[in-house]
């Protein structure tokens, strides 16, 4: 924390002594300024933005779950399809949007899709590892007692893998508004990205500088309720640390 205030008050400094022009940084006081001017119109844009970014989220779970299953449970699949997830990541989202754009629109549908394509890689991968790394003498040990692999699944992988599970997710939440955004720039009606690409064109970079703020303020939000649900999701974790 004490390092964003000074970074803050240098920044202030820079603006003051006229170091760097103002129509090219605006001072944190312009910044905030705008931040709080623009807030009513910048609530309206972050619902748009968070309701995509919450919807391809989910689908990206929904997704990295699936995959992560069935490539621990068959083991060609993970042979040939994880070469083919890890491409998918290689393949910069600017370049996928446009193409998503044309051919599903400017509504919601393409930036869910978008969304979806770059959270499903942290948790298909968080629980893929987890799965993998279950304690061998406790799998053997329910598989001489007769349990099968549904079993074994629910009792040891499920809950070994949630820690690799939640690291994951908070990859993937930062990534989710991160995403939405940079899908709102190139086709939408609303949103954040939809405003910066307004204000940008105004160059209101006081009220740019005012979005960028507020998109990572809502990714330090979303980590930190990812924190809140792991602790709750995994009280054994606080008990062997005590």
Same mark, same amino acid.
Not at 102 to 110: C, H, I, R
Not at 123 to 129: D, F, S
Not at 139 to 164: C, D, S, T, W, Y
């Given at each position: 924390?004490? /390092?964003?205030?000074? #970074? $803050? *008050?240098?920044? !202030?400094? =820079?603006?003051?002594?006229? @170091?760097?022009?103002?129509?090219? %940084?605006?001072?944190?006081?312009?910044?905030?300024?705008?931040?709080?001017?623009?807030?009513?119109?910048?609530?309206q844009?972050?619902?748009?933005?968070?309701?995509?970014?919450?919807?391809?989220?989910?689908?990206?779970?929904?997704?990295?779950?699936?995959?992560?299953?069935?490539?621990?449970?068959?083991?060609?699949?993970?042979? /040939?399809f994880?070469? #083919? $997830? *890890?491409?998918? !990541?290689? =393949?910069?989202?600017?370049? @996928?949007?446009?193409?998503?754009? %044309?051919?599903?629109?400017?509504?919601?549908?393409?930036?869910?899709?978008?969304?979806?394509?770059?959270?499903?890689?942290?948790?298909?991968?968080?629980?893929?590892e987890?799965?993998?790394?279950?304690?061998?003498?406790?799998?053997?040990?329910?598989?001489?007692?007769?349990?099968?692999?549904?079993?074994?699944?629910?009792?040891?992988?499920?809950?070994?893998?949630?820690?690799?599970?939640?690291?994951?997710?908070?990859?993937?939440?930062?990534?989710?508004?991160?995403?939405a955004?940079?899908?709102?720039?190139?086709?939408?009606?609303?949103?954040?990205?939809?405003?910066?690409?307004?204000?940008?064109?105004?160059?209101?970079?006081?009220?740019?500088?005012?979005?960028?703020?507020?998109?990572?303020?809502?990714s330090?939000?979303?980590?930190?309720?990812?924190?809140?649900?792991?602790?709750?999701?995994?009280?054994?974790?606080?008990?062997?640390?005590?």
């Amino acid at each position: 924390m004490s /390092a964003v205030i000074v #970074l $803050i *008050v240098l920044w !202030q400094a =820079v603006c003051s002594l006229g @170091i760097v022009d103002s129509f090219m %940084l605006p001072s944190p006081v312009s910044v905030i300024s705008a931040l709080i001017s623009e807030l009513p119109v910048l609530a309206q844009h972050s619902l748009v933005t968070l309701a995509e970014a919450f919807i391809g989220l989910l689908c990206g779970i929904t997704l990295g779950f699936v995959i992560a299953v069935l490539m621990d449970r068959f083991e060609p699949l993970y042979r /040939a399809f994880y070469p #083919l $997830i *890890v491409i998918t !990541q290689t =393949v910069p989202t600017v370049a @996928i949007a446009p193409l998503l754009v %044309l051919w599903f629109g400017y509504e919601m549908m393409p930036k869910i899709i978008l969304i979806t394509v770059t959270t499903f890689f942290p948790i298909a991968v968080g629980l893929l590892e987890g799965f993998r790394s279950s304690d061998k003498d406790s799998v053997n040990l329910l598989r001489a007692m007769g349990a099968g692999e549904n079993h074994i699944f629910r009792h040891i992988k499920l809950p070994g893998a949630l820690p690799q599970f939640f690291s994951g997710l908070r990859i993937s939440a930062s990534y989710a508004v991160v995403g939405a955004v940079i899908s709102e720039w190139l086709g939408g009606f609303s949103g954040l990205g939809v405003y910066m690409t307004r204000v940008k064109k105004a160059y209101s970079f006081d009220k740019m500088f005012a979005v960028i703020i507020l998109i990572s303020v809502i990714s330090l939000l979303l980590m930190k309720l990812v924190d809140l649900i792991h602790k709750k999701a995994t009280p054994w974790e606080r008990s062997q640390k005590k």
